[in-house]
């Protein structure tokens, strides 16, 4: 029972109720049987973005990709190091087994003819050649297709109209390129051939030995004190083919050398 007094609160007037006893919580709630279960699955959002981030491309990429609704399919090797475990689910991440790749299939030509670069003049020249007839040939195409026919290049004569040093005469036609070298130095094939001639020149070229290189185009070398080579011979480019000298129309040592086109002469300098 209670009083009102005079302020408006109510006094009790009988003892306080006792309050009820705490009962302590012993057993545990039971569990839900499929909590876990639910914990372990990942959704699609959840599988494209930790791939991402496992794989390298990075977790707000991997976001990205999710956000857009895309499926993605990663092929991987079978021993990399991120694997697909649920196949089923949308958005999964497929790994596919690449084929191995054996050693015969991988196969490479590099056959001398397939390949001409500036480390095979040879077979730049024989591509040349065989393009194109060696008359039609530019002074750019054939730059650099053939080998110098002396360790060292000292022109001391060039190809053209010049004053015959023999007879003092203006009006002469070179027909090649003079370099000078002491008498017994070692003449080079500027290129692959055959040997076609050697002996002497009756027009003033002295000992002489011409190589056929095919398609039209010959190199010739002159005034030679010896020739080290024989008709029918194969030849490489840079094998010694004579002896430097001073023989037939000539006023000291030195090699006169001639490019020939279908049996013309042309510039050496067009062709070194």
């Known amino acids: 029972m209670t009083t009102q007094t005079a302020r408006g609160r109510r006094r009790a007037t009988g003892p306080a109720p006792e309050p009820r006893p705490a009962v302590a919580v012993l057993a545990d709630r039971p569990r839900d049987a499929h909590r876990d279960e639910r914990r372990g699955r990942r959704s699609p959002f959840r599988q494209v973005t930790d791939f991402a981030a496992a794989s390298g491309v990075g977790q707000k990429a991997g976001i990205a990709l999710a956000a857009t609704g895309?499926?993605?399919?990663?092929?991987?090797?079978?021993?990399?190091?991120?694997?697909?475990?649920?196949?089923?689910?949308?958005?999964?991440?497929?790994?596919?087994?690449?084929?191995?790749?054996?050693?015969?299939?991988?196969?490479?030509?590099?056959?001398r003819t397939s390949v001409t670069t500036q480390g095979d003049p040879d077979g730049k020249l024989k591509e040349l050649l065989s393009a194109q007839s060696v008359g039609s040939i530019t002074r750019a195409a054939s730059a650099g297709s053939l080998g110098a026919p002396l360790d060292q290049l000292k022109t001391a004569s060039p190809?053209?109209?010049?004053?015959?040093?023999?007879?003092?005469?203006?009006?002469?036609?070179?027909?090649?390129?003079?370099?000078?070298?002491?008498?017994?130095?070692?003449?080079?094939?500027?290129?692959?051939?055959?040997?076609?001639?050697?002996?002497?020149?009756?027009?003033?070229?002295?000992?002489?030995?011409?190589?056929?290189?095919?398609?039209?185009?010959e190199t010739t070398y002159n005034h030679l004190s010896s020739a080290t080579v024989k008709v029918g011979q194969q030849v490489s480019r840079g094998d010694v083919v004579a002896m430097s000298g001073t023989t037939g129309a000539s006023t000291g040592c030195h090699l006169h050398f001639e490019v020939m086109v279908n049996g013309e002469v042309v510039d050496p300098t067009g062709w070194l």
């Open 70 to 111: 895309l499926v993605l399919t990663v092929t991987v090797p079978a021993t990399g190091p991120v694997m697909a475990t649920d196949g089923s689910a949308a958005g999964s991440i497929s790994a596919a087994v690449q084929p191995d790749v054996t050693a015969a299939e991988a196969k490479i030509d590099f056959s």
């Open 159 to 217: 190809f053209g109209y010049r004053v015959s040093p023999i007879t003092g005469g203006s009006g002469e036609f070179h027909r090649g390129q003079d370099y000078a070298a002491q008498c017994g130095t070692a003449v080079h094939a500027a290129a692959s051939g055959t040997v076609t001639f050697t002996g002497w020149h009756p027009y003033g070229g002295g000992n002489r030995v011409v190589v056929d290189h095919g398609n039209g185009l």
